[in-house]
């Protein structure tokens, strides 16, 4: 069982950063892959980031890409999201998620879930 808990969203002119957060519980952390999605009023929940679980592997959805990323300490049970560049399209709650899978860009095969934290870049 795992419990997560994201943070560090909040309000961004385009162009600025935040970096996401998310705390982990559990002493099985570091033996899931993590990673993050994101969904817009009215849109589906995309794929933006993942991470395995000795961290040597990560991918990112192509809007993201050379943007955002992706890292985890296991000794903090934490894996964080660096955004740059941000624009206003980034806008969306965003989500932090573990599975037991070794590479997964599609969020009904993650386990456990945040309840996520939002993200709002103006124009």
């Known amino acids: 069982q795992v419990q997560l808990v994201e943070s560090g969203g909040g309000l961004v002119q385009a162009g600025g950063s935040l970096r996401l957060s998310c705390a982990a519980s559990?002493?099985?952390?570091?033996?899931?892959?993590m990673g993050w999605f994101r969904q817009a009023p009215g849109k589906e929940r995309e794929f933006v980031a993942f991470i395995t679980w000795s961290g040597g592997n990560t991918d990112y959805a192509d809007s993201v890409k050379g943007r955002f990323t992706i890292s985890r300490d296991n000794a903090k049970n934490t894996v964080y999201l660096q955004m740059n560049s941000l624009k206003p399209e980034d806008t969306a709650l965003y989500y932090c998620?573990?599975?037991?899978?070794?590479?997964?860009?599609?969020?009904?095969?993650?386990?456990?879930w945040g309840r996520g934290t939002q993200v709002t870049v103006s124009s």
């Open positions: 998620a573990a599975t037991g899978r070794i590479i997964s860009y599609k969020y009904h095969e993650y386990d456990y």
């Open positions: 559990g002493r099985t952390f570091s033996s899931y892959a």
